[in-house]
């Protein structure tokens, strides 16, 4: 749907070819696309444009700090690859696209993905530390966590660096209350530039069922002191910009670390609605994910020769199935948690069926599934297809069902 011919291709190998790429787009007056690995729906990655393509040769984890935790890394490195790189340290990164296998580490930063495990995680703008790019004239700067004092510092660069600390603290200042008083109170919420992290007004995963606040804003809300008592981190701002702001050429991120075990709740319902509805009761369980797969998606799934053979778990034919997972440091503690959600399900009766899965193999059969859900849905058979182009809409889950 979103098909545009690219002025050109540059396959940088390091920073200084990124630089050059800056400089040629700059004297042509060309824009300049950082693209990663074109996983996103909705046109981010393609453009008439000097195209950068980080996924070919700055790939690499450069440095992993397994105390911290955290790891410095090249913007076309695969989320796989680095969960790979770090699992032997019994660490991981947090945000989880379905498309771990292909998106890179600059394309998550560009969009500020979530995943399956947002609910436990945040996004991709909740694990930055700082940001190395280049600016539109080619200076490079380093992003990250700024005192007052330093900030004012920065501010009295000369040059374009210089400016942007200026004018960034003049538009927080200026529009500190406003960014309070109209910024949506949903985590999940990526849409535009992230003026919120200015002001230092979040609204993080934790208390999703009840909310953090007044009860309506589905997690836990923060909020710094005003005026110049705050510090600043721009690689905050940065994320979720698609490329816009700056062209990255290196990040460090903080990682986390990976359960020690999980269990799944597979929960079948005979209704798509009963399903939605019953999500803000399971919300209040603590889960590590919720995912909803459909009926649509099931039936394609049978007529698959590869993903029939994942079927097994599924009891009857129901109109929608809810992936309730659970994580802990040990198997009785996740088997506590399903138990509890289970007793719920028999007192407040929703779905008529469930199958639990405490085998890793099993989960991760199911996990395939679920991930494959845009490719059948792509591969449908016949003329028509569904085009996906509207890559995720943002809803608080008590409102879930009448949306």
Known sequence: MYQVEPIGVV???????????????????VALLPRGGGTSLTGQTV???????????????????AEAPWARVEPGLVQDELNHHVRPLGLLFGPDTSTSNRATLGGMLGNNSGGSHSIAYGLTVDHVVEVTALLVDGTRVVFGDVTPEELARRGRLPGLEGQIYREVGRIRDAYADEVRARYP???RRVAGYNLNELVGVGVKPGSLAGGGGDGSDGGGVSSDPPGSARGLNMARLIVGSEGTLVTIVETKVRLVRRPRTTAL?????????????????????????????????????RGNIEQAQRMGFVQGDPAAILIVEY???????????????????????FGYAATLAFDPAEQQSIWKLRKAGLGLLLGMKGDKKPIAFVEDTAVHPKHLAEF
Request: net charge negative; proline share 2%.
């Open 47 to 65: 453009n008439r444009a000097l195209v950068l393509d980080f996924s070919r040769h700055m790939n690499r984890v450069l440095e992993v700090d």
């Open 265 to 301: 709740d597979v929960i079948h319902f005979r209704d798509l609605q009963e399903a939605l509805e019953s999500s803000q009761s399971i919300l209040e369980t603590g889960p590590y994910a919720v995912e909803l797969t459909d009926k649509l998606i099931l039936d394609l799934a």
């Open 327 to 349: 994580a802990g440091d040990s198997d009785a503690e996740v088997r506590a948690k399903v138990a509890e959600l289970e007793a719920r399900r028999a007192r407040e009766r």
């Open 185 to 187: 109170h949903h985590w």
């Open 11 to 29: 396959m940088p190998r390091d920073a200084d070819d990124v630089q050059a790429a800056v400089e040629v787009a700059r004297r042509h007056e």
